[in-house]
């Protein structure tokens, strides 16, 4: 289906609104081509696109949990469904996946779609990461798989192998393409309603993404009912950011909804700035920090001042906090932390069941 300004308006006249963010048990893995062959004025747009769109769910430990694949020559694992990520550390990943230039070598080439769906399975049949733990039961798993422009002939038969191949594991396939979308553009989405067009990604996807939100929403319902003839039967909103306020002349705090950004208070008046590449704002230091060293993004907390401590989820690393500051180190190669003697040892010698 062709989403324009047109069509939009004539769904608009037929549906009623949902004035909530839409609850609902998912894994939601979104795929966005990041390749050098996306210019920079079409893939800009998705930061801002991919943090409304996640608006409009309810993100917790018992709803909607998100993953984002970047894909260009290969496809990266920015963030995997589990573990759960709150609606501001998925934000704060959506901007890192946005500064593409971290993964140049990965992104040289073309967007190979058909490995991008294909890590996505391996995600959604293993949901954290982690060796043995199994996707959450009962819970539907949604792929939304945004294109640019088709692939190579001799290709496309991979890339529909991919698709069918995703559906028969029972994962729910959106597909949004941009451009030219070649034949194997149709076999994405999993049905009529599942599938977006658009000529730009810089003007289409503000114009697609209430009804993207709210297609993804309805498929969370059980009680929602979706058909060819009525694509759109509720029509959701997004959640609206709280505003930030100044109550100092000036100073610097954290952005509330997204850790790669903070607040200049100036004259009262609140300046929101963004860190430099890989960094995020430390409230501990009240700067830029390296993002391994910022809670937000390690979800690890220092509970005594000073000390070396296990990482919660992998062996292999621990955590040096200073000051009550966590910095994530790695054991030598082939080596994982032993809590008992405070250092790194023989994987064999340590037990420790979070390897990854």
Not at 245 to 264: G, I, M, V
Request: some cysteine; overall charge negative; charged content about 20%.
């Amino acid at each position: 289906m062709k989403i324009s300004l047109e069509l939009c308006v004539a769904f608009v006249a037929c549906v009623s609104f949902v004035n909530a963010q839409c609850a609902g048990k998912a894994d939601l893995i979104i795929l966005i081509p990041g390749s050098d062959s996306v210019p920079g004025h079409e893939f800009f747009p998705f930061e801002r696109f991919l943090i409304n769109l996640i608006s409009f769910f309810q993100i917790d430990a018992d709803n909607a949990n998100v993953g984002l694949i970047l894909y260009g020559r290969e496809p990266v694992a920015i963030s995997w469904p589990q573990p759960m990520k709150t609606h501001k550390q998925t934000n704060t990943r959506i901007t890192l996946m946005c500064q593409r230039a971290t993964y140049a070598e990965q992104m040289r080439g073309g967007n190979d779609v058909a490995s991008a769906i294909n890590l996505m399975r391996q995600m959604f049949s293993n949901t954290s990461g982690n060796t043995g733990q199994p996707h959450r039961e009962g819970v539907k798993q949604i792929g939304v798989v945004f294109t640019y422009d088709g692939v190579e002939p001799e290709l496309r038969e991979v890339v529909i192998n991919a698709t069918e191949a995703a559906k028969a594991e029972g994962i729910v396939l959106y597909g949004v393409g941009k451009g030219n979308p070649g034949p194997e553009f149709s076999s994405i989405g999993s049905d009529y309603c599942k599938s977006f067009s658009m000529g730009r990604f810089i003007d289409g996807l503000p114009s697609v993404l209430a009804f993207l939100g709210s297609s993804i929403c309805s498929e969370m319902d059980p009680y929602v009912n979706a058909t060819e003839g009525n694509c759109f039967p509720q029509l959701y909103q997004s959640k609206e950011a709280e505003p930030v306020t100044c109550d100092r002349q000036s100073y610097l705090f954290p952005d509330p909804e997204n850790c790669a950004y903070y607040y200049h208070c100036l004259f009262r008046r609140p300046v929101q700035e963004r860190c430099p590449i890989d960094m995020l704002f430390d409230p501990i230091a009240k700067s830029c920090n390296y993002k391994d060293y910022v809670s937000c993004y390690t979800d690890i907390k220092c509970h005594k001042q000073n000390g070396l401590f296990a990482h919660p989820t992998d062996c292999s690393k621990y955590v040096n906090c200073f000051d009550f500051r966590p910095y994530v180190q790695s054991c030598p190669p082939g080596l994982w932390f032993d809590v008992s003697v405070g250092g790194c040892d023989t994987a064999s010698n340590v037990a420790c069941s979070n390897s990854v």
